[in-house]
């Protein structure tokens, strides 16, 4: 073979300007794969981490709304038919009155959030405007909040009530006619005496009871519900 003819192979096998091009694009190529295969790993990883963040977030919630709960009702609501819880706790003037005391007789109990604001004010002196309508249906009638003694004869005196005034600041008795619960004011839940009236029949057994009360025109409901009985 003559110089010339092996110059030309030579060129032609590894230093023609084609050779160099294909020898290019395949480097470019083998690091473009490279460059995905390593990318793709770290993709994952972080859609991983980013999940279980989200996971554990969503954990913290809903542990969160379970611990906010509102507190539950006190005690459960006292049915129709069932006997009369028995009380004994102490009344406006010092003296102490009981369940006994009205054996064989009718009895209206009206239970009030606070002694002298407007509600609790207009109900009482309905209920002493009756008072006699109510003694000729056979039928006694006392008002019981938690207010200590002091602040009852205090609301007696001021608006001249004639119905005997009970302080149950514990609760007991509150409590065991289911005029004690959960109440809501301002997005704010809270325990405080619900506006209830109970009428106890002769027998002493619940006639009928009234929850979450509307003061205007109550105390007659209650004086027709009593001369029925």
């Excluded at 020898?23 to 995905?36: G, L």
């Excluded at 009970?166 to 325990?191: N, P, R, T, V």
Aim: charged share 30%; hydrophobic share 35%.
């Amino acid at each position: 073979m003559s110089k010339k003819s092996r110059k030309k192979s030579s060129k032609t096998s590894s230093g023609s300007p084609t050779a160099k091009k294909k020898t290019a694009k395949t480097r470019a190529a083998t690091q473009t794969r490279s460059a995905k295969t390593q990318r793709t790993p770290a993709r994952k990883s972080t859609g991983t981490i980013a999940k279980a963040g989200s996971h554990k977030a969503a954990s913290k919630q809903l542990k969160s709304s379970k611990s906010a709960a509102p507190p539950a009702t006190a005690k459960s609501a006292l049915a129709e038919g069932q006997k009369a819880p028995a009380f004994r706790l102490p009344r406006d003037g010092g003296d102490v009155v009981t369940l006994a005391d009205y054996a064989g007789r009718k009895l209206v109990l009206f239970f009030y959030p606070r002694a002298d604001t407007p509600g609790c004010t207009r109900e009482a002196i309905d209920f002493t405007r009756l008072a006699g309508a109510f003694a000729a249906a056979g039928t006694a009638v006392l008002g019981i909040s938690a207010d200590p003694l002091k602040a009852q004869e205090k609301f007696r005196d001021k608006h001249r009530l004639g119905v005997p005034l009970i302080s149950d600041e514990k609760h007991e008795m509150l409590e065991a006619y289911g005029a004690w619960g959960q109440k809501s004011m301002y997005g704010k839940s809270f325990l405080g005496i619900l506006r209830t009236t109970v009428l106890v029949g002769a027998d002493g057994k619940v006639a009928r009871v009234w929850r979450n009360v509307r003061v205007d025109g109550h105390a007659d409901e209650v004086l027709e519900a009593a001369r029925s009985l």
